[in-house]
Every structure is written in structure tokens, then in C-alpha cells.
């Protein structure tokens, strides 16, 4: 019996999806608590490599192993506060997505805002200056009587200049 090419290729990449398929493993715990933590702790762990992914999201190699490491200690019996200390004692605070408020993650809050209220005094105090260096009748100094026709003329070069 011979197969042509195409069917030899259709059976050689359903074999290859069947065997993908069978490495998603479904993690069921019989006590619905425990399950319901593990589900918890799917969405509150980050993945070190993908960054912007949950373990639960993520299909890379370290995203599983979380996953299963996860599920090996909730089904021993941990609460899911030891698990999380676990996993942030291995990987480090950047695998829980809810940081702690520490003096240093403190700042990444501060600033910002910080940076707002210096912009904003550094524009108010640069607007009172230019304010303050007209005079009162509300010109600028070069315009005034008390300019020489000297000044006057070198701003009028440099006007001419950069025109």
C-alpha cells in the first residue's frame, strides 16, 4: 500500500497536535478550599520569562513548572500566604503580581506625583519672573525711554539676525 505525500504529512502533524495536546495537564484537587487557592494562586504568580503573564496564562517551560510546583504545595497542605513566600524566597518580589508597599517600591508611587508639583513651581515662578521683568506700564525694558538708541539698535540687529 502506498500513501501519498499529502496524506503522509496530514497523519504526521495530527500525531504532532495530539501529542501537544496531551502535555496541557488539568491540575484538580479533590478539597474544593485547596482548589480554590491553587486557582488563586494561578492568577497572583507571575511568569519570570513572559513578565506580563500569569503562570496560568503562560505555556513557557518555567510557567509550567511554577504551575506544578504550585499545586505540589498546595496539595501538601500549604496556605497560599507560605506559598507565595516560597515562590518569592525562589524567583525574587517580581513573581507576585500585588507587591508589598516597601520604602522602596514606595517611590515608584511618589515620583511621579513628585515630578508634577517641581513642574509645576518651576512654571509658576518662571511666569512671576517674566511678570516681573516688564515694567509697569507693562513693556519690556528695550522699549522704554530709558533705553539708549545704542540697545536699541543691537536688538534690532539681532532681531534682523535671527529673522
Not at 504529512?9 to 495530539?18: D, E, N, R, T
Amino acid at each position: 500500500m502506498k500513501l501519498s505525500l499529502p496524506i503522509v504529512v496530514l497523519l504526521i502533524s495530527g500525531w504532532i497536535i495530539a501529542v501537544a495536546h496531551a502535555t496541557e495537564t488539568t491540575y484538580q484537587l479533590d478539597d474544593p478550599a485547596k482548589q480554590k487557592i491553587f486557582l488563586e494562586l494561578k492568577h497572583e504568580l507571575r511568569c519570570p520569562m513572559c513578565q506580563n503573564q500569569t503562570i496560568g496564562d503562560s505555556n513557557a517551560m518555567i510557567a509550567l513548572d511554577l504551575k506544578r510546583k504550585t499545586f505540589e504545595l498546595v496539595e501538601s497542605g500549604k496556605s497560599k500566604q507560605e506559598v507565595i513566600d516560597y515562590m518569592k524566597a525562589r524567583y525574587g518580589e517580581f513573581v507576585h503580581y500585588k507587591p508589598p508597599v516597601t520604602p522602596i517600591t514606595i517611590w515608584l508611587w511618589l515620583l511621579p506625583a513628585g515630578f508634577i508639583v517641581v513642574a509645576f513651581l518651576v512654571m509658576f515662578f518662571a511666569r512671576r519672573n517674566a511678570k516681573s521683568d516688564l515694567n509697569e506700564a507693562g513693556e519690556s525694558p528695550l522699549k522704554s525711554e530709558d533705553a539708549s538708541p545704542q540697545d536699541l539698535e543691537e536688538a534690532d540687529k539681532l532681531l534682523d539676525k535671527y529673522k
